[in-house]
Every structure is written in structure tokens, then in C-alpha cells.
């Protein structure tokens, strides 16, 4: 302890008085040094120089911190005089006096460049693809609407010339647009033409088409509950089916179709859609369904159905029974294997069971419709003449052959309406025009009414598709691009009940006019048809 310290009258102070007493000195002398270099610059006024130099230079002091603060702050970091001179030199930094090309620099100047060239660049307008014609969709639909903000050149109202010369013209197969006859060939005249189809059967207290379940009638009993009725239908139906399969291997009828209970049958004429060659459609199948035509040696593919490796043994979906002294074969090498009968009898038996789980797997989806062509449709249309799963033996449809529809007259066959109903909806705060249709949408339908729509008025339609025939719109003979041999087929179907503009497409090959679709759009300043 200190002489000074051991003085009498020498005082002890708290700690705490110690350090105000010498923080208040540091303060003194901070402030002496502060006045003395008040007039000293801390930054120069300008500054010159690339984005490196200004993130190495050199740092001040700040003349605000206190002399309990530097205890407590390191002096070598001093963010806020970093941060000012980082910020007043981007204000004020030039790109063109850059030593580096200016894009290697961040500037303001460069970024409001570069924005204000973006802003320059002409921006390209994408406009949705049109097209001066529209694809076959050979998916059955129940219903369509069309809808205008103009109003239909047709309407659901008919005078009595209009329906007769609609009437006329259909059953005659006439092309009122390129045919010169004293028959009414007003807008009204042409809309009725294309709303009638032949059906067969026909019954006008049930609905067969589209067969959907449905509660029994008041009666009771179905129509198909009686032996001798049930034996009739099928007779009438038989001559009916009959008769449109001449018509189609005569190419007098372009297509039809047979609708049953649990699947849809698509027959075509030669060149119809490509095919150099009559052909049947079929879906959806079952396993079942394909075993019998294996049995009945009716050769098939499935077009639709997704190609996959398996192994070696398993038979695919569309092939051909193996043969008796093939499968002798492997079980003769089986046993020379050292094998038993009982082992090799467990191996086959499991190897059908995933053969059939394969194909059951495939049963009522789009992979399984059956493409039948050439010759073995004749064996086809015998089949189906006699097969038990086309008509249903109970419930409300037992007994009811399959319907038929067909755009032309056959044996048999009762001419139908569609049913129109005209009315008017809101829209998005705007009125259109809506004419809605429903019954059997036959594939040429869409195109006959939009040869006679107006070109000056636009105009959507959107149709309600029969879901399980979706796979007859997805057939197509390749992938070509032109038109093959359009006009040959044409001729050879001149008599087939299609007007020839329409026709041209039905016969072209090329993939892309074939495609599903649910809506088409028609725009009248382009002309042209759009579809999804």
C-alpha cells in the first residue's frame, strides 16, 4: 500500500466511483481530441475507381463513440462508415470509366440499363393455333351445346316444307348445298337433315341408347321376360344387322354402329379412316370376351394395349394358343430337369394363374379394345350374331338385342330425331344464344352442321361423351402427316351417304385427324376451329 494511501484523512472509494472518475478523464482527453481534427476530411469529396477499391478502403473512427463504448466495441470493425462509403460510391460510380467491362460491375446505372433494355425488346404475342378443319372424333357423345352470342341460323322450329325437304333430303342422301332440287333448302331445312339417324331396335318407352340402369316400368316385367317376344327381337335384329353389313362391305354406308349392354362394336368400311380394308372395333373387352374369339379362331390385335417385357413363357394378351407338342416339349425338358409331374403341375398352374391376373388387369379399359380386319370380320359378324354376352338375360334391357345406329337407311331400321332445345343463358354478364341436342351424337354430326353454320358468326360446341367408346377415338392407322390416297378412296365411297366434302376427311390416313375432344371453337374473324 502507498505512502500517499496511508496519509491521515485518506478516504476509500466504492469501485464503481473509481471507474466514473476514470471514464470521465478518457472523456476529457477524447474530446481534446476531437476539436483538434474537426477540420481534418474523412472521406474525400470524390472518388474514382472500380467496386474493389471501394471494398478496401481505408476505415475512420467514429467521432461519436464514447470512450465506454470503445471498451466494448472492436475498433478494427465499423460497419456504419463502411456501409455510407459503400453506398456513395454506387451512386456515384460511372460504368464507362471502368477499368473491366461494365457487366463484371454492380452498379444502379447498369441495372436501370439493362431494365430499360428489356422494356425495348418487342414482346411476341402467342396466339392459340387454328385450324381451317376439324377431327374426327369416333367416341359416341349423348348430348351437345352450341352456343353464339348471334343468333343460330336454325332454330327448333320448323314449318312444314322445312321438315318435309329436311326428311326427304336425309333418307335420298342428298348434299342440298351442291344439289340442284325443288325441295326447301333453307338454314332450317339443313339443320333437320342433320339431326336424324336410323336406329334399330326401337322402342319408344325405353331409352337404348345410352343403356344406363334404370328402375323397371310400372308393368313389372321387362320386354325380354317373354320367350316368344324375346325371339322376335332377336330375329328383326339379325336381318337388321345383316342388312348394314352388306351396306358396309358394298361401302354404301360409311360406318355404324352396335351398342350392347357391356361393350360397343365399330364397324367401318374400306378406306375409312385409312384402312385399305373392312374392319371392326370393340370396347371395351373382357378376358372372357377374348378367350371366346381365340376359340372361335378369330385373329385380333390390341392397338391400344402398352408393350411390355416379360418373361420367357408368358403368353401376351393378342397371341395365338401355343401348340400342344410345344408345351409336351417343355415338359418333357421339365422332367429331364429332374422334375416330378406334381412340381411341373404346380409351375403350370401358376404360371396361368399370372397369365390371367395380366390380362384381367386389362378388362374394361381402353387397352383393351380389339381392332378385327380383312376377312375376319366375315367370322366376326357371325360371332356376334350368336353371342350370349350381347344381350343382357336379366334385369330391365334382358332380352333386347344390341341398338344399331347408322347414318343411312338399312332393313329394319326407324328413322329418329334428335331432341332440339332452344333457349337463352347468362354468361358472364353477358346473354348467348344456346341450342342444345341430345340422343346419339354420330361421328359426322359435328361436321354437317358446321358446313351450314354461318362463317360470320363464332361459335362454341361442347359435348357430353359416352365414356366407355373413348377408345375408338384414339385409333389411328400411323403416324403420317399427308393424305395417301384420299381421292381413290373417296370415289370408291361416293354412294356411301356422305356428303363429299365431309367424306375427305373421314378417308384421309393422316394421324392428326383423328383425336378426342370435348369442346370446339369457332372463330370468325380467322375462320378457323380449335378444339380440346
Not at 465499423?78 to 454506387?90: C, G, I, P, R, V
Not at 370393340?282 to 416379360?310: A, C, D, H, Y
Request: aromatic share 8%; charged share 25%; proline share 4%.
Amino acid at each position: 500500500m502507498s505512502e500517499e494511501k496511508m496519509k491521515p484523512g485518506f478516504k476509500w472509494m466504492h469501485p464503481s466511483e473509481v471507474m466514473k472518475l476514470h471514464n470521465l478523464k478518457r472523456k476529457k482527453k477524447a474530446l481534446q481530441a476531437r476539436m483538434q481534427t474537426t477540420k481534418k476530411e474523412v472521406v474525400p469529396a470524390t472518388t474514382s475507381g472500380n467496386f474493389e477499391n471501394v471494398l478496401t478502403s481505408a476505415k475512420r473512427k467514429n467521432p461519436f463513440i464514447t470512450s465506454s463504448d470503445t471498451k466494448r466495441t472492436k475498433p478494427e470493425v465499423n460497419t456504419e462508415e463502411s456501409a455510407d462509403q459503400t453506398l456513395f460510391k454506387l451512386l456515384h460510380l460511372n460504368a464507362d470509366k471502368q477499368a473491366k467491362p461494365a457487366e463484371n460491375y454492380v452498379s444502379f446505372d447498369n441495372i436501370l440499363n439493362k431494365l430499360d433494355n428489356k422494356k425495348s425488346e418487342p414482346v411476341e404475342v402467342v396466339k392459340v393455333a387454328g385450324e381451317k378443319w376439324i377431327p374426327i372424333d369416333w367416341t359416341l357423345k349423348t348430348k351437345v351445346r352450341f352456343l353464339s352470342s348471334k343468333p343460330f341460323a336454325w332454330n327448333q322450329k320448323l314449318k312444314i316444307s322445312e321438315e318435309a325437304s329436311g326428311l326427304t333430303s336425309f333418307t335420298r342422301c342428298l348434299d342440298t348445298r351442291t344439289t340442284t332440287s325443288s325441295l326447301d333448302t333453307s338454314s332450317n331445312s339443313k339443320f333437320h337433315q342433320c339431326c336424324l339417324y336410323w336406329q334399330q331396335p326401337s322402342l319408344p318407352w325405353m331409352n337404348l341408347f345410352p343403356r344406363t340402369t334404370m328402375k323397371a316400368s310400372a308393368g313389372g316385367s321387362s320386354v325380354g321376360s317373354n320367350s316368344t317376344i324375346r325371339e322376335s327381337l332377336h330375329i328383326a335384329w339379325t336381318e337388321s344387322l345383316k342388312s348394314l353389313f352388306q351396306l358396309i362391305r358394298t361401302k354404301q354406308c360409311p360406318y355404324f354402329y352396335a351398342c350392347a349392354n357391356s361393350f360397343t362394336v365399330l364397324f367401318r368400311a374400306a378406306g375409312i379412316g385409312g384402312f385399305n380394308e373392312m374392319h371392326a372395333l370393340v370396347t371395351p373387352t373382357t378376358r372372357g370376351f377374348r378367350q371366346s374369339l381365340r376359340q372361335e379362331e378369330i385373329e385380333f390385335t390390341m392397338p391400344l394395349k402398352k408393350k411390355i417385357e416379360v418373361d420367357a413363357g408368358y403368353d401376351s394378351l393378342d397371341s395365338k394358343k401355343e401348340e400342344d407338342e410345344d408345351e409336351t416339349t417343355d415338359e418333357d425338358w421339365l422332367e429331364s430337369m429332374g422334375i416330378n409331374k406334381e412340381d411341373i403341375k404346380k409351375i403350370n398352374y401358376t404360371q396361368a394363374k399370372i397369365t390371367q391376373k395380366a390380362e384381367c388387369e386389362l378388362d374394361n379399359s381402353e387397352q383393351s379394345l380389339v381392332l378385327i380386319q380383312g376377312p375376319e370380320v366375315q367370322a366376326f359378324y357371325s360371332y356376334l350374331v350368336n353371342c350370349k354376352s350381347a344381350v343382357a338375360p336379366t334385369g330391365t334391357y334382358a332380352g333386347i338385342p344390341p341398338t344399331l345406329l347408322a347414318p343411312v337407311a338399312f332393313n329394319g331400321a326407324t328413322l329418329n330425331a334428335l331432341k332440339v332445345r332452344e333457349s337463352k343463358v347468362h354468361l358472364d354478364n353477358d346473354y348467348y344464344y344456346s341450342l342444345d341436342l341430345s340422343g346419339p351424337i354420330l361421328p359426322h354430326l359435328i361436321h354437317n352442321l358446321c358446313l351450314i353454320h354461318p362463317e360470320e358468326n363464332s361459335m362454341t360446341a361442347t359435348f357430353s361423351n359416352f365414356e366407355s367408346t373413348l377408345a375408338l377415338g384414339k385409333i389411328t392407322v400411323g403416324e403420317q402427316d399427308g393424305d395417301g390416297n384420299v381421292v381413290f378412296k373417296q370415289e370408291n365411297l361416293s354412294d356411301c351417304g356422305l356428303a363429299s366434302s365431309v367424306l375427305k376427311s373421314f378417308v384421309s390416313d393422316s394421324a392428326n385427324r383423328v383425336s378426342n375432344f370435348e369442346c370446339i371453337k369457332y372463330t370468325a374473324e380467322t375462320s378457323t376451329y380449335a378444339w380440346d
